[in-house]
């Protein structure tokens, strides 16, 4: 399935329904593949792309679209990210402050213990605050390298 064929399925997926939650996974995925119909791309890179998207399979029809369609979604910013190393807008941020989230509840439990749920509290809002700005310096310089879709 060609790059213009797979925007042209979700573009009347969008016109196909009225729920707010599935219009916005069709949204990003056009902004995705919007996003490399633009990039210069080998054949062989645009073939290899076409060949994942062949193999999500997405003419399908799916009793729950929603699911279907993020789940295939998922799949191809994966394979974007571990093949072209390209990422959406806010992909490190996220991860970064959900693991923010997670060391910073270990480190309010370890360190501030003697404070009850305050010293989790603080925990868990340094520890977001301290993985979002990581992951805000990572998409920057992934942004530098033009890596961003």
Known sequence: MTLKNTLNLFESLITKTTKTSEIKIYEKF????????????SKAEIQSIEAALDGLQLESNPDNRKKFFKKSLSKFETYLKDTFDLTNKGYYTQLYGGLGLSFGIMFGVAIFS?????????GLI???????IMGRHKDAQVKAAGNML
């Open 30 to 41: 056009i902004y995705t593949l919007t996003e490399l119909d633009h990039r210069a791309f």
């Open 114 to 122: 003697n404070l009850g749920s305050l010293g989790i509290s603080l």
């Open 126 to 132: 340094g520890g977001m605050v301290v993985g979002s």
